[in-house]
């Protein structure tokens, strides 16, 4: 079955930027639908955003205009540019296509 490798996670200042990056082995542009999803402690796991094959994106409410999903080309993979940081953004961060296993995440948290 073939596996997400989330990284890029760490300890960001509030109003900080973020990168995380999400790897396969596959060809990350073949995906119907993949997207990023994160759970903080005590809380259910939730859609953060998500990118189609053919680039169109959707965005949950509480990330819109800060958070950008894209895919790299040259790196084969998918992509979160985390802008202006919140301390209630901090979760671990999964990427994944629908129904597909969970992988072990990134640890996203954003404190001073």
């Known amino acids: 079955q073939v596996q997400f490798v989330e990284s890029g996670g760490g300890v960001v200042q509030p109003g900080g930027p973020l990168r995380l990056s999400c790897a396969t082995s596959g060809s990350i542009f073949s995906i119907y639908l993949i997207g990023w999803y994160r759970q903080a402690p005590g809380k259910q796991r939730e859609s953060v955003a998500s990118?189609?094959?053919?680039?169109?994106?959707i965005y949950a409410n509480a990330v819109k205009g800060r958070f950008t999903i894209f895919r790299d080309s040259a790196k084969n993979t998918l992509n979160l540019q985390m802008n202006s940081l919140k301390p209630e953004d901090t979760a671990v961060y999964y990427c994944?296509?629908?129904?597909?296993?969970w992988g072990q995440g990134t640890q996203v948290t954003v404190s001073s």
């Open positions: 994944r296509p629908p129904n597909s296993p």
């Open positions: 990118m189609s094959s053919n680039g169109a994106t």
